[in-house]
């Protein structure tokens, strides 16, 4: 077996969001802050939904957008924003807050 190592820089931002051919969308976005991993789906048959994921400082941050498929171009600004929001707040209000009420 032959194990390779390889790097990027992270310098640039870098983004691998694709649609796939079954009408689902997944990828990650490489932010200044660190990496979003991205999900979206919605067609005939499934709600419409987009799920952003964001590790930073130990904790799994979540975004869901139910009723809202972003197109790639789309999760790619969301993504950073969330990211960005995290990393200067420090954490997320919860939406909708404790109790399930808006």
């Known amino acids: 077996m032959k ?4 790097s990027i820089s ?4 870098h983004s691998q969001v694709k649609l796939n051919p079954n009408g689902w969308t997944d ?9 979003v991993y991205t999900y ?4 005939d048959t499934n709600v419409d939904h987009t799920r952003l994921d964001f590790v930073y400082a ?8 139910s009723g ?3 197109s790639p171009r789309g999760i790619v600004t969301i993504a950073k924003r969330f990211a960005k929001e995290i990393t200067e707040n420090g954490r997320v209000e919860r939406h909708p807050p404790q109790g ?3």
């Open 3 to 6: 194990m390779y190592d390889d």
């Open 100 to 102: 399930g009420k808006e």
């Open 27 to 35: 990828g990650c976005v490489l932010t200044p802050h660190g990496i």
């Open 10 to 13: 992270v310098g640039s931002v």
């Open 40 to 43: 979206a789906q919605g067609d």
């Open 58 to 65: 130990g904790r799994l941050y979540m975004r869901n957008f």
């Open 68 to 70: 809202k498929r972003y």
